[in-house]
Structures are given as structure tokens and as C-alpha cells.
Nanobody, 115 residues
Framework: QVQLVESGGDLVQPGGSLRLSCVVSVSILSIANMGWYRQAPGKQRELVASITRVGDTNYADSVKGRFTISRSNAKNTVYLQMNSLEPEDTAVYYC?????????WGRGTQVTVSS
């Protein structure tokens, strides 16, 4: 069982930025694909961004150009830089295996974008 801790969620104004962090209990190189997911009110959980061991990235159309996923292998940490935040980005954000998650690895971190 992989253990991880997501952090960085906060209340921000539209147009603001946040950086989410996911500290993983194992080498992230042992996991072929890591991703950030979100679940917004009234919606199903969706994959926002993912990154493979070799550095290939994918993004949901709704965040393309605004969000950037990255990783530090030395720190066993996956990041999500979120810029130009919109109210529609409000959700609980989860770090998990990609491109299909386990729904078991973390508790999530709340991101709220509101004026």
C-alpha cells in the first residue's frame, strides 16, 4: 500500500495561483504513471494531469496551458502548479496512480477559487 500526503490547497481569488505537493512513501520511479485528479461538487472524479516515469505529460482540456505537472525523483514528490485559477477549478484534488487511479492512496486537498 502506497502512502502519500497531498498539501497546498487553499482559498484563492480568481486569477490566483497555487502549487500542490504530493509526497509519496515509495520511489516515484517505481510507479509508471502519477497523476492529479479532482472531484468538483456534483461531478465525477476526473484526471487533471499525469506524468510518466519518462516524463511524458497529459492534461485535461480544461486546464491545458494553465496547470503544469512536475516531479522530483529525489524528493519522491509530485507537484501541480496551478495558474490563472477559475471558480470551475474548485474541487478536492487527489494525487494517485495514473492514468487510472486507485482511489485509496490519499485524503486529498481542498482548492476553492472564489471572490
Amino acid at each position: 500500500q502506497v502512502q502519500l500526503v497531498e498539501s497546498g490547497g487553499d482559498l484563492v481569488q480568481p486569477g490566483g495561483s497555487l502549487r500542490l505537493s504530493c509526497v509519496v512513501s515509495v520511489s516515484i520511479l517505481s510507479i509508471a504513471n502519477m497523476g492529479w485528479y479532482r472531484q468538483a461538487p456534483g461531478k465525477q472524479r476526473e484526471l487533471v494531469a499525469s506524468i510518466t516515469r519518462v516524463g511524458d505529460t497529459n492534461y485535461a482540456d480544461s486546464v491545458k496551458g494553465r496547470f503544469t505537472i512536475s516531479r522530483s525523483n529525489a524528493k519522491n514528490t509530485v507537484y501541480l502548479q496551478m495558474n490563472s485559477l477559475e471558480p470551475e477549478d474548485t474541487a478536492v484534488y487527489y494525487c494517485d496512480r495514473g492514468p487510472v487511479g486507485t482511489n485509496k492512496w490519499g485524503r486529498g486537498t481542498q482548492v476553492t477559487v472564489s471572490s
